[in-house]
């Protein structure tokens, strides 16, 4: 017991050892609590806010005089609607990739790689023609209740098929309409759309 005291001691003294050579190195103070001398680093973003809102500020008056008239279209859709429909089409379609993927499993069943490329590959041309179409109406209403009536459809129909049928069926199922579940209620969400 008293070697373990000892050698407690001792390297508590190496320690104090090295503090004193580090302070030959380092000189130990006090720091200056007089307070900042220049900017600080709030009132450097102040400046920056300041300065961006009114560089905005400019371009929009620029654009309402109608000087960059040509720009307008750039800035209000910078990559177009097929250019929209095309990123919101590969987006759903890794998410029926994953959602088939995921139902596989689920059931325990050995998943087909051809197959669950080959599903999706079948499902990509119908999830453009339906965002390509739908996104950006001018029908705000006729497009609102059609991604409700779509949502509420897909979604009760996903919950029959798994009370009713069975496992291979919900297996075939699930991937489309929680595809369709995603993309209207998204759409629904995105577009800000309301029952009111």
Same mark, same amino acid.
């Given at each position: ?78 990559? &177009?609607?097929?250019? +929209? %429909? $095309?990123?919101?089409? !590969?987006?759903? *379609? ?6 088939? @993927? ?7 069943? &050995?998943?087909?790689? +051809? %197959? $669950?490329?080959?599903? !999706?590959?079948? *499902? ?6 339906? @965002? ?12 609102? %209740? ?51």
């Amino acid at each position: 017991m008293p070697a373990d005291d000892n050698d407690g001691a001792e390297t508590a003294a190496q320690t104090r050892r090295e503090r004193r050579k580090q302070s030959k190195y380092f000189k130990l103070a006090q720091p200056d609590r007089n307070g900042p001398t220049g900017k600080t680093l709030l009132e450097i973003a102040a400046e920056r806010e300041k300065s961006l809102f009114r560089q905005a500020d400019e371009r929009r008056a620029e654009l309402a005089r109608g000087s960059a008239a040509g720009d307008a279209a750039v800035l209000d859709e910078p990559i &177009g609607r097929f250019g +929209e %429909a $095309v990123v919101y089409t !590969t987006t759903m *379609a890794m998410l029926h990739f994953t959602l088939d @993927v995921l139902v596989h499993n689920q059931y325990g069943e &050995g998943i087909s790689w +051809e %197959a $669950v490329f080959s599903r !999706t590959a079948q *499902a990509i041309p119908v999830l453009f023609a339906l @965002v390509y179409a739908l996104h950006r109406q001018a029908h705000r209403a006729v497009t609102q %209740a059609f991604f409700f009536v779509l949502s509420t459809l897909s979604g009760c129909y996903l919950i029959h098929a798994t009370n009713v049928w069975g496992y291979l069926a919900v297996m075939k199922r699930a991937s489309p309409l929680g595809t369709l579940l995603a993309l209207a209620g998204g759409f629904l969400w995105w577009g800000n759309y309301s029952a009111f």
